[in-house]
């Protein structure tokens, strides 16, 4: 017999602590090096995990660019992604270079609608404030004019982007009465759920205006200063799509004025937000919440396991399952 073995490819994994086996299942097929601090790696870490790698497994907040494809070296065949949302690859990059890059829809739209939903709730409602009242004592006696908000049967729900997820909110919007729009660069007449309306005219017409969009050259600051003047004072502004689609700052000051009635936010620019006293979280009629929409075990591993199907398909010479839209499911250049 002779001592030689045939060596297996090597993935990098960003992250050790993902929900469900998929780290152990990529482990039985190939050589696996996960990053295990409890801290993200750096840039220069990342670099360091990926160097001499043939599959990468990162999450949605990595940065995947071309210094991190350089210093993978020229083996790298394919980056699979964790996530629905790829803002932070540089597609283009990956494509020149031959890499498959894939993510993960078909796994998480219910999951985020939930919390569409939920942050609604929480705003209109003024469900958060309450709650916040009733734990500092204040819940002196039951009063007809106490923590009042307003009604989410029956509105006017507007969705902004209409892909799986806000189609997935559309369908529990009909539960509540809700009457459903949707502003979408593909107008489509036959959509049973919701009608296709211009931009201003969702914007204008609304009582809640849902955020469902990727975060793309076109889609960053679409929600500033005069689209928030364009919507309804009684109305909630609800993001649970990317941060850089709605302007903070702007958002911040029609809730301070009442030009806009609440909010909530599941995504924020420069997340992690971990200042105590960060304006964004501290103001009364915006609820936040820390990027959690598909939090759920089934639903994080789902998105685990199929970022780990991506890589074995690819590695064993199958198509990617799930390539980004418009890009190759095969490797090579
Ligand atoms: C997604 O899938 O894009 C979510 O935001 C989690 O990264």
Redesign the pocket.
């Known amino acids: 017999m002779s001592g030689t073995s045939v060596r297996r490819p090597r993935v990098a994994v960003s992250r050790t602590a993902l929900p469900g086996d998929s780290v152990s299942h990529l482990a039985t097929r190939f050589d696996v090096t996960a990053w295990t601090a409890p801290q993200p790696p750096t840039p220069a870490e990342l670099a360091g995990l990926v160097h001499g790698c043939q599959g990468l497994l990162v999450?949605?907040?990595d940065r995947v660019d071309a210094a991190l494809l350089d210093a993978a070296g020229p083996d790298l065949r394919v980056v699979a992604?964790?996530?629905?949302?790829?803002d932070g690859v540089d597609v283009a990059a990956a494509v020149e270079r031959g890499i498959v890059v894939t993510?993960?829809p078909n796994v998480?739209a219910d999951t985020?609608a939930d919390v569409a939903m939920a942050l609604i709730l929480m705003a209109r409602r003024r469900l958060p404030a309450s709650m916040d009242a009733l734990r500092r004592g204040e819940w002196g006696a039951f009063r007809m004019d106490a923590f009042l908000g307003l009604d989410v049967h029956g509105a006017t729900l507007g969705l902004i982007g209409y892909g799986q997820i806000a189609r997935a909110v559309a369908r529990r919007a009909a539960g509540f009465q809700m009457r459903v729009q949707h502003h979408h660069p593909v107008r489509r007449e036959d959509d049973a759920l919701s009608r296709w309306v211009p931009f201003d005219e969702l914007l204008q017409t609304s009582d809640v205006v849902s955020v469902h969009t990727p975060l793309t050259q076109e889609t960053k600051g679409l929600i500033g200063k005069a689209e928030i003047a364009l919507m309804k004072p009684t109305a909630t502004l609800v993001n649970t799509g990317?941060g850089g689609v709605v302007d903070e700052e702007a958002l911040l000051a029609a809730l301070r004025c009442g030009a806009l009635h609440s909010a909530g936010l599941d995504?924020m620019t420069n997340e992690p937000r971990t200042d105590p006293s960060d304006p964004l979280l501290n103001e009364p009629h915006l609820v936040v919440l820390p990027?959690v929409?598909?939090a759920t075990e089934a639903t994080r591993a789902g998105?685990a396991a199929l970022a780990a199907r991506n890589i074995e398909a690819v590695l064993d010479g199958h198509p990617a399952l799930t390539a980004l839209p418009g890009t190759p499911s095969l490797p090579g250049r």
């Open positions: 999450l949605g907040s992604l964790a996530s629905m949302g790829y993510h993960t998480l985020t990317r995504v990027h929409g598909s998105m």
